[in-house]
């Protein structure tokens, strides 16, 4: 009889239940890539929502011959990153 240790014996055993979950981390890893692409685009439809809106509430009106709203449309977006930026660099020790 031929000696077989100890972690082939249980690989083989268990090969059905390891086969099992590898293909369901596969199966999950690419759901959660496109979850987390919807929740990325859905929050930069979000953020361009809110500034929209914000720059239409101090009077710069979405015109086409009319560059002031989206001068403060990119306003808007420099003050974000330069926000997003200054937390960052706080709370780096």
Known sequence: M???DHTTKF???????????????????VYW???????????????????????????FVIDASDGKHKSCMSDLRYLRVSHEEMIAAASMP
């Open 2 to 4: 031929r000696q077989v």
């Open 11 to 29: 690989l083989w055993q268990n090969r059905l239940m390891i086969l099992a979950a590898a293909l369901l981390f596969a199966v999950s890893a």
């Open 33 to 59: 890539r496109g979850y987390w692409e919807n929740v990325n685009s859905g929050m930069a439809r979000q953020v361009e929502y809110e500034d929209a809106a914000l720059c239409t509430k101090f009077g």
